[in-house]
């Protein structure tokens, strides 16, 4: 358990992450964008599409409950394989290239993106 720290701190430990156990939805995402499964500690999610997606598993908030399927996630390698190489449902990380190309589009400073849709 860590006090809060900064995303530069932070990103490297959660990239070197086994397994993610978090009530927070932020890193929900990012568990999900570095390819590491997430354990939450919610009883809902406002990210169901990761659950959807295999990468999230929601495990409640009663610890009796949620104690044991944290063991069994944990002792399964299968399952954090599989949530691992799940599909990342917030997106593939080019929206900064997509959206720069469009900007130098519409400033005359580019092509057209092949992929703009407006």
């Known amino acids: 358990l860590l006090e809060p720290i900064d995303f530069a701190e932070m990103a490297p430990l959660l990239q070197a992450s086994s397994l993610m156990i978090t009530d927070s939805g932020g890193i929900q995402e990012e568990g999900a964008s570095l390819g590491v499964p997430v354990a ?5 999610t406002e990210r ?13 908030t009663d610890a009796l409950v949620a104690y044991p399927l944290l063991q069994q ?20 990380g080019q929206a900064g290239k997509r959206i720069a190309k469009a900007l130098a589009w519409r400033f005359g400073l580019g092509e ?3 992929d703009w849709q407006g």
């Open 48 to 60: 169901p599409e990761g659950v959807e997606a295999g990468v999230l598993k929601l495990l409640g």
């Open 40 to 44: 939450v500690l919610r009883n809902v």
């Open 112 to 114: 057209k993106p092949q």
């Open 73 to 92: 996630l944990l002792g399964n390698d299968g399952t954090l394989e599989a949530m691992r190489k799940g599909k990342n449902p917030y997106g593939d």
